[in-house]
């Protein structure tokens, strides 16, 4: 028998605060897409920076910063707790907003 995966809860702050279940690990873009969260993207593969949001509660929960999120983000803005959707996978609730364009 196959062991369940863990769900965790993934809040989307700046879209009214729609909150959704999503596993345990799961890609934070991937995740507004498939339950249409409203972080903006373009490339979804790190180049473009147009996916940068900011982790308001949870950043504890999301995984290393990669070197394509070095390209768009300072030391400063990880500290602040910003990160690339597109390049953050998340291992417990979060909840995340974004500057609306």
Not at 1 to 13: C, H, L, N, P, Q
Not at 32 to 44: D, V
Not at 49 to 72: M, N, Q, S, W
Request: charged residues 30%; aromatic residues 4%; glycine residues 10%.
């Amino acid at each position: 028998m196959e062991a369940a995966v863990e769900r965790i809860t993934v809040t989307f702050a700046t879209n009214d605060n729609k909150a959704v279940q999503a596993d345990k690990g799961a890609n934070l873009l991937r995740v507004s897409l498939r339950e249409k969260g409203g972080i903006p993207f373009k490339c979804g593969g790190g180049l473009c920076g147009t996916c940068r949001c900011h982790i308001d509660a949870g950043l504890e929960h999301a995984d290393k910063v990669k070197p394509k999120e070095l390209k768009h983000l300072t030391q400063e803005d990880l500290d602040a707790g910003y990160r690339m959707a597109c390049q953050t996978f998340v291992n417990g609730d979060v909840t995340v907003s974004w500057v609306r364009k």
